[in-house]
């Protein structure tokens, strides 16, 4: 599974509204919003940003393959 996986079947799970994108250009997908929090809305650098373990990776969350007690935290950037 992927960070991305973990998110999208979590917020599923406790009816938390997850809006997302696939760009064909990078194969990933995008995370948009997180409970109607949405990229842009703090700022137009703001956005959903995640960290694996304490560390930001350098990848796309749909790129990034988590092993099992992995920490994933997902955090809203508004510089």
Not at 16 to 23: E, F, L
Not at 57 to 63: E, L
Not at 70 to 76: K, Q, R, S
């Amino acid at each position: 599974e992927t960070a991305f996986d973990v998110l999208k079947q979590i917020c599923g799970k406790k009816g938390i509204h997850m809006a997302s994108r696939y760009t064909p250009l990078y194969k990933s997908y995008y995370v948009e919003g997180i409970n109607q929090l949405y990229e842009f809305d703090c700022g137009k650098n703001s956005g959903w940003m995640y960290s694996v373990n304490g560390k930001v990776p350098m990848t796309t969350a749909s790129s990034y393959n988590v092993e099992n007690g992995d920490a994933i935290v997902w955090y809203y950037y508004a510089p």
